[in-house]
């Protein structure tokens, strides 16, 4: 999982092996309008994998932002903490998390480049 991830729409996440990572241009959504540029911050990430007897099939990669929250969603929400699924391959590995509602498909996106 260690590496830069360039996001859909826009933004930076470098996940480091020391279990840290910053991300720069971080968007803020507020579904269905565009989502905003939110900022820069660092914290720590942590992969999770997934349950052998879950119905979900993807690990989880965990970003905690350190002294630093952004909107969530509606706009209402104030968050230091985000999950991510992880899907792809360990060549192409994709981090993914949704935006609103899953039945709305509004996915934020992150690829490693």
């Known amino acids: 999982m260690i590496g830069t991830y360039r996001a859909d729409p826009f933004g930076t996440v470098t996940l480091k092996e020391d279990g840290t990572f910053s991300a720069t241009d971080w968007p803020e959504f507020n579904y269905p309008k565009k989502p905003k540029h939110g900022g820069h ?30 909107l969530d969603g509606d706009f209402q929400d104030q968050r230091s903490s985000f999950s991510f699924g992880v899907t792809g391959s360990r060549v192409k590995p994709r981090m993914y998390r949704f935006v609103t509602d899953p039945d709305i498909c509004e996915l934020h996106t992150l690829r490693r480049e």
């Open 41 to 70: 911050g660092s914290g720590t990430w942590k992969l999770r994998p997934a349950a052998k007897n879950s119905l979900m099939s993807d690990d989880d990669v965990n970003l905690s932002f350190t002294d630093k929250q952004f």
